[in-house]
């Protein structure tokens, strides 16, 4: 409902159609127009930071809860088995994953929620690009879960 609020106030100004157009190519991914055109107007840093072993993310914005970033999985990681909180959407932007059973190529969308517990696998050869927005933080499962959720709160 906030998003949509702010769209319904945004006006097009000048200042706006200054702005290049031209996609951002992020590690050789060519971003979709309106990820590129955000990421311009709110000056995003372009600096990845590791997550885990073959993982690093690059944080696009917060709002509360509610967080995006982008995602880059190394060919053949699989990320830790992890629940959520709440909602998490992903866009494959590159590339492509396998999670529970099935598999997932770049323009896949897959939402998750409080009810699900994976593990997505990055591809073997491409790896995965993806850009990712969850409304609470993740609950990792298992011994690492046990150790470190006390701090995702």
Not at 19 to 25: F, G, I, R, W
Not at 89 to 113: P, S, V, W
Not at 114 to 142: F, K, Y
């Amino acid at each position: 409902d906030q998003c949509f609020a702010r769209l319904d106030r945004a006006r097009p100004d000048a200042s706006r159609r200054s702005v290049s157009h031209a996609p951002l190519v992020v590690e050789g991914v060519v971003l979709p127009s309106v990820l590129s055109r955000y990421m311009r107007e709110q000056n995003i840093d372009t600096t990845w930071s590791s997550v885990a072993q073959g993982i690093r993310s690059m944080d696009l914005g917060q709002e509360g809860a509610t967080r995006i970033q982008l995602l880059k999985i190394a060919p053949r990681t699989a990320t830790p088995d992890h629940g959520h909180r709440g909602t998490e959407i992903t866009i494959i932007l590159d590339g492509a994953f396998d999670d529970q059973g099935k598999r997932y190529t770049c323009g896949d969308m897959i939402i998750e929620d409080e009810n699900s517990v994976h593990a997505p696998v990055a591809d073997a050869q491409s790896g995965c690009m993806c850009l990712v927005v969850t409304t609470a933080p993740i609950r990792l499962t298992g011994l690492l879960g046990v150790l470190v959720n006390p701090f995702l709160r």
